[in-house]
């Protein structure tokens, strides 16, 4: 009988990032300027440090972890890997449920994998503030955490809708030194722009995104950091999925389906795309997306390029979108609201070589308290997306009597969400599926390029 907490010595943090390019069949599209052109590399420089240019256009397989990220790493990695054998008693299973908890780290979430790689590669690079944008908080607090660890400042553009409704989050930032505004601000003239239309706008991830990359590209000591969405995020977060199969290893089982959450695509990348290099060589291995049905990028976005950000101010990327100025309901899965998703992600599920799948908002939270009751651990909003779909394939296996292996990542706790458990719990939240109409009018208005 294997273990259920399946844990590796500090020595066995992996010594490398998985570039998932060197194993797709075919190579990203460019990234281009407002003229419809591809953009050079260089020209990203405004708002980023070289080495994080350079591994966001790399196809090598490994990039080495430089030694002070992986000291830092040390802190909570390597994450424990869990086997759910009492969800699995409580549903019933036939099949065998993993999780690997990312909510050890001092920020309660996976994002500090990718928040402390940024800082060391900013700070070798002479800068000395940086500006970012936060959803949930998760990827605020991650780095005003590690701006704190490698002694710069950060200033944090957090949207509106969630600065209101996690104020702990807030303040974490603030605990380890952050500036924290609720997006939209009157501080850019992206922010003025938004509230010039709508005084009272709930934020949205692209509004924040347009208010930050504005003040890193007006400010020579500052740099702008992405939580999600860009290569270079996505393969610092391969640390996850690489630990995953160390630990599986050490008890003999390998997935049959691996399972993330999806909302920018750093945590659903971080988990499956390590595992995608064992499909590109011929192993079956399913690989499936989770995002909510009010901000269904994947599963009714259009594959096409857009802008990152609601102004305009970045480059134009080929990804799912659902429309630059897309404005998503508030949901509490703050960290899922985004109306684009990762090129990486977006081109795999494009080929058909990942799967995705939207789930409402109750049904999360129905899985999250039956994992809670099961397991003790709270997950975060964003997490039971992920959650509820193990739990599906796990019924799944019940009706069938099929035996299956389940592995899904458990981004983070939700420790600073019981606000909307709370509201769960009286009945107030509802689902909420984007009206179609709503879709197709921001369709329309997607940049016309090619």
């Known amino acids: 009988m294997s273990q259920t907490k399946i844990v590796l010595e500090e020595s066995e943090i992996p010594t490398h990032w998985y570039n998932v390019v060197a194993d797709m069949p075919n190579r990203p599209a460019p990234p281009l300027g407002p003229d419809g052109k591809p953009i050079p590399p260089q020209a990203l420089g405004a708002i980023f440090p070289e080495a994080l240019i350079l591994q966001e256009v790399s196809g090598e397989r490994w990039i080495p972890i430089p030694e002070p990220v992986r000291e830092a790493y040390r802190l909570w990695r390597p994450s424990p890997l869990y086997r759910a054998r009492r969800l699995e008693q409580a549903l019933g299973t036939p099949a065998k449920i993993y999780y690997k908890y990312e909510g050890v780290s001092a920020a309660g979430s996976h994002k500090p994998n990718t928040a402390v790689a940024q800082a060391y590669y900013n700070k070798e690079a002479g800068i000395t503030r940086l500006s970012t944008e936060t959803g949930a908080g998760q990827w605020g607090s991650s780095l005003a955490l590690a701006g704190q660890l490698f002694g710069l400042a950060v200033r944090v553009y957090m949207v509106k809708v ?23 601000t009157d501080r850019t003239e992206s922010g003025r722009k938004i509230l010039a239309a709508d005084p009272a706008s709930p934020g949205s991830l692209g509004i924040a995104i347009s208010e930050a ?13 992405l939580g999600s969405v860009l290569n270079h995020v996505l393969l610092h977060q391969t640390i996850i999925g690489q630990e995953a199969k160390k630990q599986l290893e050490k008890v003999g089982d390998y997935p049959d389906v691996v399972i993330a959450s999806c909302g920018g695509g750093s945590n659903f990348g971080g988990i499956a795309f390590p595992f995608f290099a064992d499909k590109a060589a011929g192993r079956r291995v399913r690989l499936v997306a989770v995002e909510p049905t009010s901000c269904p990028t994947l599963t009714k976005g259009k594959y096409a390029y857009d802008f990152g950000d609601t102004v305009g101010l970045t480059p134009l990327m080929l990804m799912y979108t659902l429309g630059h100025d897309f404005m998503p309901p508030g949901i509490h899965a703050g960290g899922l609201r985004y109306h684009g998703d990762s090129p990486l992600v977006s081109q795999l599920y494009h080929e058909k070589l990942i799967e995705a799948v939207a789930v409402p908002q109750l049904a999360t939270f129905e899985a999250g308290v039956a994992f809670a009751r099961a397991e003790g651990i709270i997950p975060a909003p964003e997490s039971n997306h992920a959650v509820r779909v193990a739990i599906d394939e796990a019924l799944a296996a019940k009706r069938t009597g099929e035996p299956k292996t389940i592995l899904f990542n458990l981004s983070g706790h939700g420790h600073f969400d019981m606000a909307a458990y709370d509201r769960y719990f009286a009945g107030e939240l509802e689902d909420y599926e984007y009206p179609k109409e709503a879709i197709e009018r921001s369709m329309q208005r997607l940049p016309k390029v090619g």
Do not use: H
């Open 162 to 184: 969630s600065y209101e409704q996690k104020p702990f989050r807030r303040s974490m930032m603030q605990t380890w030194g952050a500036e924290v505004y609720a997006s939209p």
């Open 213 to 225: 990359v504005e003040e890193a590209a007006s400010r020579k000591d500052t740099n702008y950091s």
